[in-house]
């Protein structure tokens, strides 16, 4: 079963636009909330991670933001560039390991 | 440095037989993971292990052995595969548990 859910599952936006892309998830053990970015046959690769005594992390133009309360966390994409069309996961710790959400497909139009 | 790497890249298994995919990283990292990937079902984990001698299931176990005899190495192992394990496969390592993992580039079964 998913621990971690995400939406939406796939997304368009026109360059230069937001992108959103949400995650929930259920009890964890300690916070840590890693995004990873899978372009076509390649391995996912580490975006941005949270560790949330913060609500929100920015680098450059990907954020995370963090809401302990409601359990979830989102990343957004300011200024979307054709360059970011790729899959996003989000990701959660469940005891020793780590669980992934199901991936959102992204599409940035020129 | 090479990171993660994984072979075969791609593979294609006649159902019941078996096969080793391999995995080895060159970071001297502890953390190692097995994943799979099916559409719309995101990073599936296998088994993981977090050092040499000790290996752990995940969410999807069934049908696939793992052990981890050095810290660099981590085959993963199917007995007898099933057209049910047609999947990409990543392998993952981390210096410290959860924290940023490096995954390999995946390879891609077929079985038929």
Same mark, same amino acid.
């Given at each position: 079963?998913?621990?971690?859910?995400?939406?939406?599952? !796939?997304?368009?936006?026109?360059?230069?636009?937001?992108?959103?892309?949400?995650?929930?998830?259920?009890?964890?053990?300690?916070?840590?909330?890693?995004?990873?970015?899978?372009?076509?046959?390649?391995?996912?690769?580490?975006?941005?991670?949270?560790?949330?005594?913060?609500?929100?992390?920015?680098?450059?133009?990907?954020?995370?933001?963090?809401?302990?309360?409601?359990?979830?966390?989102?990343?957004?994409?300011?200024?979307?560039?054709?360059?970011? !069309?790729?899959?996003?996961?989000?990701?959660?710790?469940?005891?020793?390991?780590?669980?992934?959400?199901?991936?959102?497909?992204?599409?940035?139009?020129? | 440095?090479?990171?993660?790497?994984?072979? $075969?890249?791609?593979?294609?298994?006649?159902?019941?037989?078996?096969?080793?995919?391999?995995?080895?990283?060159?970071?001297?990292?502890?953390?190692?993971?097995?994943?799979?990937?099916? $559409?719309?079902?995101? %990073?599936?984990?296998?088994?993981?292990?977090?050092?040499?001698?000790?290996?752990?299931?995940?969410?999807?176990?069934?049908?696939?052995?793992?052990?981890?005899?050095?810290?660099?190495?981590?085959?993963?192992? %199917? %007995?007898?595969?099933?057209?049910?394990?047609?999947?990409?496969?990543?392998?993952?390592?981390?210096?410290?548990? %959860?924290?940023?993992?490096?995954?390999?580039?995946?390879?891609?079964?077929?079985?038929?």
């Amino acid at each position: 079963q998913q621990q971690v859910k995400q939406s939406p599952q !796939s997304l368009i936006v026109q360059k230069g636009g937001i992108s959103i892309i949400n995650c929930a998830y259920e009890n964890t053990a300690f916070d840590y909330f890693p995004w990873y970015q899978q372009f076509p046959g390649k391995g996912p690769a580490l975006l941005i991670a949270i560790r949330p005594d913060v609500s929100e992390k920015k680098e450059g133009r990907f954020t995370i933001s963090f809401n302990k309360s409601a359990k979830q966390f989102s990343l957004h994409i300011m200024d979307s560039q054709p360059g970011d !069309s790729a899959t996003y996961f989000c990701a959660a710790p469940h005891g020793n390991d780590m669980r992934f959400g199901a991936g959102t497909r992204l599409t940035v139009k020129p | 440095n090479a990171g993660v790497t994984q072979t $075969p890249k791609f593979q294609v298994l006649k159902t019941g037989q078996s096969m080793t995919l391999q995995c080895a990283q060159d970071m001297n990292h502890e953390y190692m993971s097995w994943y799979r990937q099916d $559409p719309g079902m995101g %990073l599936r984990l296998i088994h993981y292990s977090v050092g040499a001698g000790i290996t752990d299931q995940g969410e999807v176990p069934n049908g696939y052995n793992v052990s981890r005899s050095t810290t660099e190495d981590f085959p993963l192992r %199917l %007995l007898s595969a099933a057209p049910s394990q047609t999947s990409v496969y990543f392998c993952a390592s981390s210096d410290s548990g %959860l924290w940023g993992y490096t995954f390999g580039s995946g390879t891609r079964l077929t079985v038929v």
